[in-house]
């Protein structure tokens, strides 16, 4: 369920030059901190933080978050708007099947939630729309719309809004969203050793 929700919330973001490869090199920065800050303190007996838990092989993990941080980066090179090239289907449900991955494997499992507080928050926006448009069909007979078009990156584009004032506004909401995940990391697991 993690690996599936996660993928398609990435899929989902997907909608607008750079934006989930921008907010996903963000999250995989988180996590290569996150699994390098679990290999420096090791959990057992009598040794790391009070509530510490034994994560296997988190050097690898931060290796490969590392690796897919870097990869956005350069991917993003040339998505950005306009973009040269695209991600497409295939490269965003990868992605968000390793950001899924590696939480999995980190035991960071609802950490997620919050490091891709992006993610949720446009996969919610889909949710809201089809089911305010269900609810009110199955009321009145017709069909509204919560918002001009699904996700929410769509609505502020049918708004007005320049593409790339999207862009950076949502990246700057995935930076909040991952530094609010950080200092919840750092509180729960190091704050306590």
């Known amino acids: 369920m993690i690996i599936s929700a996660t993928s398609n919330a990435v ?3 997907d909608g607008l030059d750079g934006l989930a490869a921008g907010a996903a090199a963000m999250v995989f920065g988180a996590f290569t901190l996150i699994a390098f ?3 420096r303190h090791i959990c057992g007996a009598g040794g790391g933080p009070q509530g510490c838990y034994e994560v296997r092989d988190s050097r690898d993990l931060a290796i490969i978050a590392a690796a897919a941080m870097s990869a956005c980066f350069g991917f ?3 998505n950005a708007s306009p973009a040269q090239i695209f991600m497409g289907d295939t490269g965003s449900m990868a992605l ?3 950001m899924a991955g590696l939480a999995i494997l980190s035991r960071t499992e609802l950490l997620l939630v919050v490091l891709g507080g992006l993610f949720a928050v446009v996969t919610l926006s889909g949710i809201i729309q089809a089911g305010w448009f269900k ?3 199955w009321r009145t007979g017709t069909g509204r719309r ?3 078009m699904s996700p929410i990156h769509h609505h502020f584009e049918m708004s007005g809004w320049d593409e790339v004032t999207i862009i950076v506004r949502f990246w700057i909401i995935a930076g909040i969203a991952v530094a609010f995940g950080m200092g919840l990391f750092y509180a729960e697991f190091v704050g306590n050793g």
């Open 76 to 78: 993003l090179w040339w």
């Open 135 to 137: 609810f009110t069909r």
């Open 146 to 148: 919560a918002f001009k």
């Open 11 to 13: 899929n989902l973001t």
């Open 37 to 39: 800050i679990q290999a």
């Open 96 to 98: 968000g099947g390793l």
